[in-house]
């Protein structure tokens, strides 16, 4: 009997590559995965499905993982308000944390002796995916034609030419990834430091013009409904996505650090995700305290960048989740958005726990919780120990 093979299976360049490699050059009983984080359509999935059959698989199936995805790792992205280098919502990052585990888990319930995957050693993605299954499935072994074979685009391409299967060199051109969470792009451009993407590599063109305002209402830092229409959170982002998108909305390129030491650039469309961060920032700058934002921000940033480098399953992660999800009780209430081609703006909010009440005062206007007397004295008293040190160190 051959040995199982599980690979996971987007229909792309590499894992088409992969399909006919691991079923004919190493003789294994090949079965493909696809995990769906919301970023395919019926027709797309069924078209995957048709592909990897063409190739020669000896099984396939679709994971749907987009409820999971947001339920264990986006809505603590945006209780956290997380933005790598303050610009991006680790659109693949999370994803493949959670497109890893569901593999591991399809693994384990086949009882493959080898998991593998298209990645190739020079991105973030290795690293995730190698990880994690070491850490969900330690005794099965991982396959990566790809990283192992160094090859090139156009390598590949020959390959399955020679296989008897057609694939567009143009069509290779740009590597594009779509989730709920955002789409990320890759090009020759985002290989220099210079270049930037040009109209016809991004996704989705820009065709909206007129202004737009939208409501996004929250409950307890959860995106529930909009424009009054209660949805749930994921239907949330993907109809915002559908409406701002084609503003040009969140379109950027972000530069970082990558996991194995070198910068790296990505371009990436995300205007759902970058809209709710700031619209949910925006309502918990008026219901949360100085120190609950304080420290929030700080495990958060961290929170983020262990996500990014696919530490998903560390403990902690579950200890700062925690204390997120804890920050969000008085989180609720209606965020104001304006779209504009290429922007957006928040324009304000409604929440009953908003902190910004004039019962206590309007800022730099009137006070009604205090006297001048009392600013005097808590002045005085605020100040007094760097007053005792500019005294006794004579500066």
Not at 256 to 280: C, L, M, S, W
Not at 289 to 310: I, P, R, V
Request: hydrophobic share 40%; aromatic share 10%; net charge negative.
């Amino acid at each position: 009997m051959k040995k199982k093979v599980v690979l996971a299976f987007s229909g792309g360049l590499d894992t088409s590559f992969c399909a006919i490699y691991l079923a004919q050059d190493m003789g294994l009983e090949v079965h493909s995965v696809l995990v769906n984080t919301g970023g395919f359509s019926e027709e797309e999935l069924e078209q995957v499905a048709s592909r990897a059959y063409a190739l020669g698989v000896t099984s396939h199936a679709t994971i749907d993982e987009t409820e999971n995805y947001y339920n264990a790792s986006i809505r603590y992205l945006i209780f956290g308000n997380v933005l790598k280098n303050a610009t991006y919502p680790l659109s693949v990052s999370a994803e493949r944390v959670s497109q890893a585990t569901a593999i591991a888990n399809y693994v384990k319930k086949i009882g493959a002796n080898f998991v593998a995957h298209g990645s190739t050693g020079a991105g973030n993605d290795q690293v995730r995916f190698d990880m994690i299954f070491n850490i969900l499935i330690p005794d099965v072994e991982i396959i990566t034609p790809i990283r192992d074979l160094k090859l090139s685009r156009e390598s590949e391409i020959d390959y399955l030419h020679n296989h008897g299967v057609e694939y567009n060199a143009e069509k290779a051109k740009y590597s594009i990834n779509k989730g709920i969470w955002g789409t990320s792009v890759g090009g020759k451009e985002t290989l220099t430091s210079h270049d930037t993407l040009p109209e016809e590599a991004w996704p989705t063109p820009v065709t909206a013009t007129a202004p737009k305002r939208i409501t996004l209402t929250f409950e307890k830092g959860e995106p529930v409904a909009l424009d009054g229409e209660r949805l749930g959170p994921v239907k949330v982002i993907q109809q915002l996505q559908a409406i701002a998108q084609p503003y040009g909305i969140g379109r950027d390129i972000h530069i970082g650090d990558t996991i194995i030491g070198i910068k790296g650039r990505v371009g990436f469309e995300a205007a759902a995700p970058v809209i709710i961060i700031k619209a949910h920032h925006t309502l918990e700058k008026h219901t949360l305290t100085k120190w609950q934002l304080s420290w929030k921000d700080q495990l958060a940033s961290f929170y983020g960048n262990w996500m990014h480098e696919g530490q998903f399953h560390d403990p902690v992660m579950r200890d700062i989740e925690a204390f997120l999800q804890r920050s969000q009780e008085t989180v609720s209430g209606d965020v104001f958005v304006e779209l504009n081609p290429y922007r957006f703006q928040v324009i304000g909010v409604e929440s009953e726990h908003d902190l910004m009440s004039s019962a206590f005062g309007s800022y730099g206007e009137m006070n009604n919780a205090w006297t001048g007397e009392d600013v005097k004295g808590f002045s005085k008293i605020f100040g007094n120990q760097v007053m005792i040190w500019h005294k006794v160190n004579k500066v």
